[in-house]
Structures are given as C-alpha cells and as structure tokens.
C-alpha cells in the first residue's frame, strides 16, 4: 500500500528518515516496474547548512522543497547524478530525505540493462546516482508526486527493529562545517546494499 501524505508531512525530518528504512521505492517506466527496498537515507533540514534550502533560501532549483510532503525532489549533483529525495513536512517548511541505497526487490534484470555490466553486483544500487540511474530517474521526475504511478513508495511489509537502525554523519557535505557532523544518515545495520 502506498505511504499517505500523512506519513510525510510530519514535523521531524530525521524520524521520517528513520521510517523511511524497510519501506519500498519503485517506479513505472514505459510499463516496466522496477524498484526494491529503501536501506539507507540522509534527513535534511533547512534549518541546517547541509540543505539546499538552509535558512529557507527558496530558489528555481530546490523550490518544490517548500511544498507539502509527499514529492519528489530530484536534482543533478556534480553534472552527473540524478539524486532523489522525498519531500516532507508542511508548506512551506523546505525539509527532504535523500534516498542513498535499496535493496533490489522488483524487476532487477531492467536495472541491470539501465546500469550495464557491473564487477560487483551489490553496486546496482548502493549509492543515490546509482538507484537513480537503475529505477530510470531522472530530472524530470523532480515535482512528481509519491502516490502517482510513475514513482512511488509503499510499505512491503518489512519492519526494521530500532537497534537495527544505525545512525552516523551524513556523506559529502563537508562544506556544511559542524552541521556535516549531525548523525542524520541512517543505515539498515550490516545491510549488503548500503554505500560505502
């Protein structure tokens, strides 16, 4: 069953970031499903310098970030990767989780084409360009929204007990000074899947 907006429009970024684990991200692609199970995220809040909407700075880049929970957030990091974030809290209120690493679940095969050959096959997935780049996410799905049938996120009915979740600093965002050392990554513990 897909999340309701409920689940994302409540007011802490980092628990939404935590229930986010063990739920399933998946997309419909010229009819083909592909998707798998969400191990890793980082939260991000406005109200700190890791964000791209730090002190509520609204531009044409992150300007779905101050809509109401329950979108997409897709933007181009280094001119290469596409990264998808999950929209949460109110109007308004610009805060996002970056979905980093899942677990393969559904239509493997098509990831396995969009991705090519790969050394090691817990790479298909384990980083937020590479999911992107198997689950056919691209910039155009920035705006989406989460309960459509072009990119979608439901509960498979996998619970995640709480001393299974790991928490540690977020990755690449040094330039965030203290703000980088906030423990907002969160990892399924001894996950195959997870990057890095």
Known sequence: MKLDEEFYQ???VTQIARNLLGKGLFTRVKGIQTGGIIVETEA????ERGCHAYNAKKTDRNAIMFEA?????VYLCYGIHNLFNVVTNTHGVADAVLVRALEPLTGVAEMEARR???ANPYHLTSGPGKLTRALGIDRSYNGKFLRDNEVWIEDVGKKVAKRDIEASARIGIDYAGEDALLPWRFTIRDNRWISR
């Not at 991000?44 to 109200?47: L, N």
Request: glycine residues 26%.
């Open 10 to 12: 409540g007011p802490d």
């Open 44 to 47: 991000y809040s406005w109200k």
């Open 69 to 73: 929970g329950g979108h997409a957030y």
């Open 116 to 118: 090519g050959k790969l």
